[in-house]
């Protein structure tokens, strides 16, 4: 039985894993594919790591590109098929969104959430992301645990942006528990600021938050497929499909960027909203 991967953010991990079980379960036989969704368990290594280390990589891997980091270029181009003809935006790809090695493709981009509580903060707001390096932000801006990718991603970009002073913005930030937990105590007022991946950030219960976007724009975090050595045509009916308009348009309601229109989701009401993007080799090597 071949596997399907995912290793997907967990406020979509979940519905997007039945989705493709139920897609795999109408157009293939019971028997061919095992789908297997990643717990989100801190400290452990991840499925992908360990089956490729062992010579067995999945059919098809779905989620955070951050894994390839940790995989030599060897261990890659013998795990994997290169994709070269699967479907990317003009916008995007411009943009540097298309691997040049091709052994992965950008299926949703996941921009990053600034949340504040609109209690706490006043009209005098940061407008730079240099700005949350200031000293006058120790210990109110929240972000989930170190070891989480949004995290990694986050700490990497602002090593990207700011090598020199990078560490500043790390002595300012309180790092603990899930985006859902950041959401929430900013919600709850414990701190003035939080940084979420964009879906995270609507999820107010007290609706005390809103969402502060940086002029210099949006990080982010490239969500991607990758098909195992050998495994294209097994698995060519599923990548069609999640490049398909219901599952496109499912990124899209949760505030992600789809990757065959590029469009800044309406929900997101910010027609204005730049991603910072600084390629792929920068991306995998300060996440690993």
């Known amino acids: 039985m071949e596997k399907i991967l995912l290793h ?15 897609f795999v379960q109408k157009e293939y036989s019971g028997s061919d594919f095992e789908v297997y969704d990643e717990p989100h368990r801190l ?7 360990k089956s490729v ?12 590109a951050t894994d390839f980091g940790r995989l030599s270029e060897k261990e890659i181009n013998s795990s994997f098929e290169q994709v070269l003809d699967l479907p990317l935006s003009e916008n995007l790809e411009k943009s540097g969104f298309k691997d040049s090695n091709h052994f ?14 609109k209690g706490l903060v006043g009209n005098e707001r940061p407008v730079k ?18 070891e989480r990718t949004i995290s990694r991603v986050l700490v990497g970009a602002m090593k990207i942006l700011y090598p020199d002073t990078y560490e500043k913005f790390i002595t300012n930030c309180f790092f603990e528990g899930s985006p859902i ?26 609706k005390n938050t809103s969402i502060l976007w940086i002029d210099e724009g949006a990080f982010c975090m490239p969500q991607v497929i990758a098909i195992g ?24 309601l949760q505030g992600f960027i789809p990757a065959v229109s590029g469009e800044i989701p309406a929900i997101l009401h910010n027609d204005n909203l730049r991603l910072i993007w600084n390629g792929w080799e920068d991306f995998l090597k300060v996440t690993a």
């Open 181 to 206: 937990d950041v959401v929430n105590s900013v919600d709850q007022g414990e701190y003035h600021y939080g940084m979420v991946n964009v879906a995270f950030s609507r999820f107010s219960r007290l």
């Open 53 to 64: 280390k062992k010579g067995q990589p999945p059919a098809l891997y779905i989620g955070h």
């Open 8 to 22: 997907c953010p967990m406020n979509i991990s979940r519905a997007f894993s039945n989705m493709i079980r139920e």
């Open 104 to 117: 992965f493709h950008p299926f949703t981009i996941i921009p990053f959430a600034v949340i504040c509580n």
């Open 129 to 146: 992301w240099q700005d949350f390096q200031d000293p006058a932000y120790c210990g109110k801006i929240r972000i989930p645990d170190r």
């Open 229 to 252: 050595k050998g495994k294209r045509e097994l698995v060519e009916k599923i990548v069609d499909y999640i490049f398909s308009p219901p599952v496109q348009d499912f990124f899209a």
């Open 43 to 49: 400290g452990s290594e991840e499925t992908l790591l």
